[in-house]
Structures are given as C-alpha cells and as structure tokens.
Nanobody, 125 residues
C-alpha cells in the first residue's frame, strides 16, 4: 500500500492550499484516513481524520473551521482543503490510513498503519 501526498507549497498568510493523498497498491481495509503535520523541532501533530465509509470527519481544534477533509472514492484519493492559513500552519504534512480506528484513538499517530511521504507547507507572514 502506498500513499502519495502532494499539493504543498509556499503561500502567504490568509491564503489557501489543497493537499491530495492518493492511495495505491493492494486493496486494504481502510477504516479511516487522516492527516498529521510536523513542524521543525516539534512532535508530529494530529490535523484531521475522515472515516472512509461514512465520511464522518474529525478535526484538531487548531484547524477547525479552516481546514476541510474530503474524499473522492472513485479516485481513491482524499483531500485537505486548507483556508485562512497562518504561519503556525507551516509544517510537513503527512497522510495516513488506518485499518481500524476507535473513536478515542483518532488523534494517535501510532494507530495509523500506513503513511505517505510528507509534503511541505510553508505559510509566510
């Protein structure tokens, strides 16, 4: 299973970016797909998750109301629309997938089985 994230870049504060994460490889049981981010010198931080079958979404408080996670089932791709970006959103963003995921574990990175290489998002002030 491979996850490929793309769409990062440099944007001014207040701007928008849309990240994509395409899944390929063998068919796998995918309960949920999430996004995490890691800024230099910081721990990996939870961003958002979508339950694949139901479309139910969860967000970190720091991005709620600004970021939207969505999916295109036909393309086997998920997206993270990021609006009103702030300099503190600067990080490498990673997409991840979990074969099973309890609701009380969605923010825990070790609960995700598959990870893609990150894509850099830089927000200038």
């Amino acid at each position: 299973v491979q996850l490929q994230a793309s769409g990062g870049g440099l944007v001014q504060a207040g701007g928008s970016l849309r990240l994509s994460c395409a899944a390929s490889g063998r068919t796998f049981s995918r309960a949920a797909m999430g996004w995490f981010r890691q800024a230099p010198g910081k721990e990996r931080e939870y961003v958002a998750t979508m339950r694949w079958s139901s479309g139910l979404t969860y967000y970190a408080d720091s991005v709620k109301g600004r970021f939207t996670i969505s999916r295109d089932v036909a393309k086997n791709t998920k997206y993270l629309q990021m609006n009103s970006l702030k300099p503190e959103d600067t990080a490498v963003y990673y997409c991840a997938a979990a074969s099973s995921l309890g609701v009380n574990r969605i923010t825990i990175a070790t609960q995700y089985d598959y990870w893609g290489k990150g894509t850099q998002v830089t927000v200038s002030s």
